[in-house]
T-cell receptor, first 116, second 114 residues
Framework: AQSVTQLDSQVPVFEEAPVELRCNYS??????LFWYVQYPNQGLQLLLK??????LVKGINGFEAEFNKSQTSFHLRKPSVHISDTAEYFC??????????????FGTGTKLQVIP | EAQVTQNPRYLITVTGKKLTVTCSQN?????MSWYRQDPGLGLRQIYY???????DKGDVPEGYKVSRKEKRNFPLILESPSPNQTSLYFC?????????????FGEGSRLTVL
């Protein structure tokens, strides 16, 4: 079994300030890690993913995340946020299941509110 | 353009009135899935399908049905909707060729059951 914990349900931050959205996971097997973003009234879209290799992953819109295996974390960061980053962010993990596909588990989401 | 299309986007109905939410993808993906999104609970999987005529329950299947008669379509059926099924629903698909778990989502269907 696997699980994902997003500790912060809401994160307010001033425009141009840095932000970190936290994600911790648990799994007994190797997993892939994802961050999705959901803008108001839209579906989820992929922000970035970690499959293997460098633990620092860069995504769209200036976001990056670092995979830390020892702490089982995959925190999302941006050095300077913009109003347009206001959205809900979901962390997700996937592992191979018996059917040959990847079983995906989502966190409960973090709402990022950028304050002008 | 690669996309997952859901209809309707918004629906208000009454308890017990059967409804269907359609989902179609144009990426030739074998895997399709339905999720519901509720405040504080994130996304929970309702049903998924690994291919035509192959469906299986997710984490919260009660009160829902699905079918997969064609590869591109995966409708979600609520035979007798109840108010606790008021939610935001997402259809998603995943390819097998690049099998990392990356999901492609529709824009969502907001359902209100009175």
């Amino acid at each position: 079994a696997q699980s994902v914990t997003q500790l912060d349900s809401q994160v307010p931050v001033f425009e141009e300030a840095p932000v970190e959205l936290r994600c911790n996971y648990s799994s007994s097997v190797s997993v892939y890690l994802f961050w999705y973003v959901q803008y108001p009234n839209q579906g989820l879209q992929l922000l970035l993913k970690y499959l293997s290799g460098s633990t620092l992953v860069k995504g769209i819109n200036g976001f990056e995340a670092e995979f830390n295996k020892s702490q089982t974390s995959f925190h999302l960061r941006k050095p300077s946020v913009h109003i347009s980053d206001t959205a809900e962010y979901f962390c997700a993990v996937s592992r191979r299941d018996s059917g040959g596909y990847q079983k995906v588990t989502f966190g409960t989401g973090t709402k990022l509110q950028v304050i002008p | 353009e690669a996309q997952v299309t859901q209809n309707p986007r918004y629906l208000i109905t009454v308890t017990g009135k059967k409804l269907t939410v359609t989902c179609s993808q144009n990426m030739n993906h074998e895997y399709m899935s339905w999720y519901r999104q509720d405040p504080g609970l994130g996304l929970r999987q309702i049903y998924y399908s690994m291919n035509v005529e192959v469906t299986d329950k997710g984490d919260v299947p009660e009160g829902y049905k699905v079918s997969r008669k064609e590869k591109r379509n995966f409708p979600l059926i609520l035979e007798s909707p109840s108010p606790n099924q008021t939610s935001l629903y997402f259809c998603a698909s995943m390819g097998r060729t690049v099998n990392t778990g990356e999901l492609f989502f529709g824009e969502g269907s907001r359902l209100t059951v009175l």
